[in-house]
């Protein structure tokens, strides 16, 4: 992916036509400062999100109540899910509507993150699961509000040619930011106060340098459809009779995200109870290392790939199905190679759908003005997976076999969403 390091020149009549400016379909390769800035902010909400959810909201859970932790951590989990499902595409259609002279995107960034580091900062003295749940819905809410902006700043200003490069970058950006977080749950060694103030700290500065080149156009006020309660919520839905490759998109997103969340939600209990590990949070970070390196190595080199073939759909079929892999390799062989291995595959395969399917949600939004709402929508299918896997986990372990049960059904609903990938017909 070639990105010039001088500013881009508007797209032709934006200077004209502020309007065009915000809502035209981008033709304009971006610069590798606006990338950088975009990765980044990837880097510090998905630290924010997955160092609680894969090391400190757990340790936390065991400090209240060890007999539990399993149902506390997948109901504290589940309702920040909830909280997402709403928070996303709600704060995405705000800030289509957003006439800041900031830009769109840009003030709900800044707000989302400054919400979701004081959160994180409460959290960390939470000592019942009621407030638990409560700050990290919240932390939800403020990382939600960030990440459905940066989320729509790509179609806003990337083109179709060069979205699989940036979504390449994003995903890797997406990974170093969990890699971060598990990076912190060992190095705290088990204290996971200090867990949550350097997520916390991450998820703020992380921020500051896309709000210093956003390259956010401004939308007139006189370009602002007047708010109507009813339209404004029934635009949350989007007719898979009128926009059916979208809705296949957002379906076979949604799948793959819960055979992944179902792969990783209990991984420190597995290490933990399964593997007898000596160290679970080192566990966790030597697993989350291998992934991690994997995912950005493939993300960058896949979403180039498929930009250059003009081809979207045989890279996220053929990475939904390594992903679904991944799940049986952790099945059936439930030791410590076996967990490196699977680490391994899931990253290989994931980072190639984040970059790749990315890059194909972009290209099946209904219309320009909706970006930010419609990418919400999508979101959703991210955060969803959220509120079903931790529930499907805790009933696989619990009562129907344990951790077999949980990664063979992981690895069956990653091959659904491989197969329903053939249904998109917009996109080759």
């Known amino acids: 992916m070639s990105l010039s390091n001088t500013p881009a020149p508007p797209d032709p009549g934006a200077a004209a036509d502020?309007?065009?400016?915000?809502?035209?379909?981008?033709?304009?390769?971006?610069?590798?400062?606006?990338?950088?800035?975009?990765?980044?902010?990837?880097?510090?909400?998905?630290?924010?999100?997955f160092g609680p959810i894969n090391i400190f909201i757990g340790q936390q859970a065991i400090g209240i109540d060890e007999d539990n932790k399993e149902a506390i951590l997948s109901l504290v989990t589940a309702c920040g899910a909830a909280v997402s499902l709403v928070a996303n595409p709600l704060f995405g259609a705000l800030s289509d509507r957003t006439t800041s002279r900031f830009g769109r995107r840009s003030p709900w960034v800044l707000a989302g993150a400054i919400l979701g580091t004081a959160a994180l900062?409460?959290?960390?003295?939470?000592?019942?699961?009621?407030?638990?749940?409560?700050?990290?819905?919240?932390?939800?809410?403020?990382?939600?509000?960030?990440?459905?902006?940066?989320?729509?700043?790509?179609?806003?200003?990337?083109p179709v040619l060069q979205r699989g490069g940036v979504g390449g970058l994003a995903a890797m950006g997406q990974t170093v930011g969990i890699l971060i977080g598990a990076v912190f749950g060992a190095v705290v060694s088990g204290n996971y106060m200090v867990g949550y103030a350097l997520c916390a700290a991450a998820l703020i500065l992380s921020v500051l340098p896309y709000l210093f080149h956003r390259n956010d156009p401004q939308l007139p006020k006189g370009e602002k459809v007047p708010f109507r309660l009813g339209e404004f919520v029934r635009s949350f839905w989007i007719s898979p009779a009128r926009h059916p490759d979208f809705a296949w998109a957002w379906l076979t997103r949604f799948l793959v995200n819960v055979c992944n969340q179902m792969t990783i939600v209990y991984l420190l209990f597995f290490l933990r109870d399964v593997l007898k590990h000596e160290d679970p949070a080192l566990g966790v970070l030597t697993l989350t290392g291998i992934y991690a390196v994997m995912v950005m190595i493939t993300a960058v080199v896949a979403g180039p790939w498929s930009d250059r073939l003009g081809l979207r759909k045989p890279f996220v079929i053929g990475s939904s199905g390594i992903i679904a892999a991944a799940g049986l390799t952790m099945a059936f062989f439930p030791v410590w190679t076996g967990a490196l291995i699977g680490a391994g595959i899931l990253g290989v395969g994931f980072g190639a759908y984040l970059a790749v399917d990315f890059a194909l949600l972009t290209q099946v939004l209904p219309q320009a003005a909706d970006r930010g709402k419609d990418m919400g929508v999508i979101n959703v299918a991210n955060s969803l997976p959220q509120v079903f896997a931790p529930g499907l986990a805790f009933l696989a372990v619990t009562y129907f076999g344990g951790y077999l049960t949980l990664f063979i059904t992981a690895a069956c609903i990653g091959l659904l969403g491989a197969v329903f990938v053939v249904k998109i017909k917009g996109v080759d």
């Open 18 to 49: 502020s309007t065009t400016a915000a809502l035209a379909e981008p033709t304009r390769k971006v610069t590798a400062r606006w990338v950088t800035g975009l990765v980044l902010v990837n880097v510090g909400i998905n630290a924010a999100f």
């Open 121 to 158: 900062l409460a959290l960390s003295g939470a000592t019942t699961v009621a407030l638990m749940v409560l700050f990290w819905c919240l932390v939800q809410l403020g990382a939600n509000a960030a990440y459905a902006a940066i989320t729509a700043a790509v179609p806003d200003r990337v």
